[in-house]
């Protein structure tokens, strides 16, 4: 079992929809969950991170944790051409003490 | 504030030299780590220090190793290159890694012909 699962994707979706990405973890006591966005030929930028149960929400972007499950989610709202790019979810592992991330989901929004 | 400075940008090695890749954090960060990214592995966890001291290494092989100065600048070098090792190479700092995450430098895509 990887250490953080994510759908390669592509994941399609219209301009204006909602884009939803999902991520496992295998490690119970990890603490603290983010989301980067890369572009092609970019490096990754952390657009959010949250660390309880629930949900946190940031303009047009919705994380959703659920520690019991071992599950984050990244909701995108209206969702924009700017927004196609690889979506990485990472993972603080209280095991290994380290950042691991997942092999990201291919989001393109299509105007 | 300047971000994360990543130097060279590109490198082109041949085949059993060594390659020693720069990175300096943002002022103030003390928590640096290396990732490898290639498109069939996705981003690798290579190795994090802070204040000077190696915290934790990732699953690479003994030829790949860094270190980081007092002033928390960081080096990481590959010896012996081989094919595989073409990849981004990406740096990345944080003043609190389980609370802020890392914020990335631009990377040094390292060829290996």
């Known amino acids: 079992q990887k250490e953080v699962e994510q759908n390669s994707g592509p994941l399609s979706v219209p301009e204006g929809a909602i884009a939803s990405l999902n991520c496992t973890y295998s490690?119970?006591?990890?603490?603290?969950f983010f989301w980067y966005r890369q572009y092609s030929g970019k490096s990754p930028e952390l657009i959010m991170f949250?660390?309880?149960?629930g949900d946190k929400e940031d303009g047009r972007f919705t994380a959703q944790l659920n520690k019991a499950s071992q599950y984050v989610s990244l909701l995108i709202r209206d969702s924009q051409p700017s927004d196609s790019a690889t979506y990485l979810c990472?993972?603080?592992?209280?095991?290994?003490?380290?950042?691991?991330f997942g092999a990201g989901t291919i989001l393109r929004v299509k105007s | 504030k300047a971000g994360v400075t990543q130097t060279p940008r590109y490198l082109i090695k041949t085949r059993g030299q060594q390659v020693t890749l720069s990175c300096s954090p943002i002022s103030g960060h003390r928590s640096v780590s290396w990732y490898q990214q290639t498109p069939g592995q996705g981003l690798q966890f290579l190795f994090e220090?802070?204040?000077?001291?190696?915290?934790n290494k990732g699953n690479f092989p003994g030829r790949f190793s860094g270190r980081q100065f007092s002033n928390s600048r960081s080096e990481m070098n590959v010896s012996t290159l081989e094919l595989g090792d073409s990849a981004l190479y990406l740096c990345?700092?944080?003043?609190?890694?389980?609370?802020?995450?890392?914020?990335f430098g631009s990377g040094t895509r390292l060829t290996v012909v």
């Open positions: 220090y802070f204040s000077e001291t190696q915290r």
């Open positions: 949250i660390y309880s149960n």
């Open positions: 990472a993972v603080n592992m209280r095991y290994g003490n380290k950042l691991v």
């Open positions: 990345a700092s944080s003043s609190d890694r389980w609370k802020y995450g890392y914020t």
């Open positions: 490690d119970r006591g990890s603490q603290s």
